[in-house]
């Protein structure tokens, strides 16, 4: 039988105003709508109109319309309730998200909230992530459980997806652990969560197990180009190049290596994994017209960390019209004219930003300048600035006042530290070298004195290096490492011989309250010196050493590299917090400028 006409009449009216919303826009548009459902009924009779207005008007910039429109609702349904948890989780103030679920954005005298489902959940969970709410994460994960929603997939992907945005490795990992079925969005959402997080070299472990029965997952499982990303980000993360390789194999191997986000993470792989050439190659590889935003960012950061500022300037010249540049973009260009000393260049591009600027881009024109030795100029600079000065930018202003000696300008930096709470050896040790450095030895002690009375812990140096895929951690004076007498006796032989190349200890940089021959041994044993060692004694004559490093490295330990690639005919690759040094027959890409 063909339905009455009323309700054939009815079902057009609805269709008729449904096909309204996907061209609401303004507040009026929104309102006007309101007030048609209101009119004709609809807003208490058709509950699937109401929920897809309400979902559209949450996700809106309109979001406290949502709100109220909410609230005035006798008996909102679940759908309803999930609109409006959806739309707050997305907004800046996602928090407002587990407000509404615990009731407290309802009106005092409202009806009991209807019962929440897998998408209540979702949503309140996606917020407690983007808050790094961990407690509210793991009150949603026993409502989880008590509401029997754990067979639910994506909504325990979700949850291990919190967990470990919040910080929570270990419950991510047991929830992961737990789920009776997973899909690849489960798999990808821990990989993320461990590389991204403090865990990196667990992440690879799980993606060697996830390839490792590649063949018998069933479809759902199998890895996609997020589960490459994800798993390049921790080769990038512990620069593991081996694992890079295996990595990107493995991409070739699914087809999805040409994938653009696939090949932006792999160029950020392989110049973290101190591998240039690849990476350049890499990004070369993308057709022009599939290059993104981020593809650009990426190549930019890449050659600047490296030295390479005059290619870092090149790319961003050649970003096409339809790309506009954000902060990271300028933040990397800046870095390469820094690290580069491009000084003009960088004060160009900084004049010419096309984004407001903010305290990273001025740091790095300080930075700029300072090492320039335009030390006037970088505190004009400072005053300048429409926000406060933070930490780092002071801490860039007490480096370069060490490297240029100016007492005044460095004791105003270390003033300015001091009221901001920054109790680092680092801040210490530069004052202290700059008093050192013009025999103003009572101020010396005095800066000893209050690092002594202040209690100031020093960060405790540490290099890796990979060597056939396994890597081999160091610390300053290590002799945990299984070899450390073979590395010992062969940093005796590298210190003979690159002396008869002329070196000398360098040992302005050691605190001055030991002696002459206590600061070279001190230097001696640097993290990075005991890494290029075993690399010299566990790889065969001319492979390349790359270390990485966790601090700057100090001007000794720069010398003895350049000395022992001449020496020994290396190619060293060292990745410092601030840069990439790439040592090669006695000379360094950084020119000696850093």
Not at 383 to 398: E, N
Not at 515 to 542: D, M, R, V
Not at 559 to 580: E, H, M, P, T
Request: hydrophobic share 40%; charged share 20%.
């Amino acid at each position: 039988m063909p339905p009455p006409p009323a309700a054939t009449a009815a079902a057009a009216a609805a269709q008729h105003l449904e096909s309204f919303l996907p061209r609401l826009t303004t507040l009026s548009h929104y309102k006007q709508f309101h007030a048609r459902l209101l009119t004709s009924g609809r807003l208490h009779s058709d509950t699937f109109l109401r929920a897809r207005f309400l979902d559209r008007l949450a996700l809106s910039a309109h979001l406290p319309h949502a709100l109220l429109l909410l609230r005035s609702l006798p008996s909102p349904a679940t759908n309803d309730f999930n609109a409006a948890l959806r739309g707050l989780a997305a907004s800046p103030h996602p928090a407002r998200s587990l407000l509404l679920l615990a009731g407290r954005l309802l009106p005092a005298p409202s009806p009991p909230p209807p019962r929440l489902d897998a998408l209540s959940l979702s949503f309140a969970l996606k917020a407690s992530a983007r808050c790094s709410d961990g407690p509210a994460t793991l009150q949603l994960h026993a409502l989880v459980v008590r509401l029997g929603c754990t067979p639910d997939v994506r909504l325990m992907t979700t949850l291990v997806d919190s967990y470990a945005k919040c910080g929570d490795l270990a419950s991510a990992r047991k929830v992961f652990d737990e789920m009776i079925v997973r899909d690849v969005a489960s798999w990808n959402s821990l990989l993320a969560g461990l590389a991204q997080g403090t865990e990196p070299t667990l992440a690879l472990a799980l993606f060697h197990r996830l390839t490792g029965s590649f063949h018998e997952l069933p479809p759902r499982e199998a890895p996609n180009e997020l589960t490459i990303v994800a798993a390049l980000s921790a080769c990038a993360q512990i620069g593991s190049l081996q694992d890079g390789l295996y990595v990107h194999e493995f991409a070739r191997k699914i087809g999805v290596s040409g994938n653009v986000r696939v090949c932006n993470a792999l160029i950020d792989m392989y110049s973290k994994c101190c591998s240039l050439g690849p990476a350049l190659k890499v990004f070369n590889s993308i057709k022009r017209e599939e290059r993104t935003l981020v593809s650009y960012n990426t190549a930019i950061q890449a050659v600047s960390m490296h030295g390479h500022g005059a290619d870092a300037l090149r790319l961003f010249d050649e970003m096409p019209t339809s790309i506009e540049p954000d902060e990271v973009t300028y933040i990397a260009v800046l870095g390469g004219c820094n690290h580069a000393g491009l000084v003009d260049d960088g004060l160009r591009v900084f004049h010419g930003m096309r984004v407001p600027p903010n305290v990273k881009h001025y740091g790095a024109v300080v930075d700029l300048l300072g090492r320039a030795g335009r030390l006037a100029e970088a505190y004009d600079t400072i005053k300048s600035m429409p926000f406060p000065a933070d930490i780092v930018l002071w801490q860039t202003l007490l480096g370069a006042s060490k490297k240029h000696g100016d007492v005044e300008l460095a004791e105003l930096a270390a003033t300015k530290l001091a009221e901001l709470g920054s109790n680092v050896d680092g801040d210490y040790v530069l004052l202290s070298n700059v008093y050192a450095s013009k025999a103003r030895w009572a101020d010396v002690d005095r800066v000893r004195d209050t690092m002594r009375s202040n209690d100031v812990q020093k960060v405790p140096g540490f290099s890796y290096t990979e060597i056939s895929g396994v890597m081999h951690k160091f610390i300053n004076g290590d002799r945990d490492h299984p070899r450390w007498q073979e590395i010992y006796k062969a940093l005796e032989g590298i210190v003979s011989r690159i002396g008869e190349l002329g070196y000398e200890p360098e040992t302005d940089n050691v605190l001055h309250d030991i002696g002459e021959e206590e600061k070279q041994n001190a230097l001696c044993y640097h993290s990075e010196k005991l890494a290029i060692a075993f690399g010299l004694i566990a790889t065969p004559p001319g492979e390349t050493l790359r270390v990485i490093k966790n601090l700057r490295i100090c001007g000794d330990c720069h010398v003895v590299a350049k000395l022992i690639s001449k020496a020994y005919g290396r190619v060293i690759v060292i990745r410092d917090r601030a840069r990439f040094h790439r040592f090669e027959d006695g000379h360094c890409s950084c020119r000696d400028y850093w």
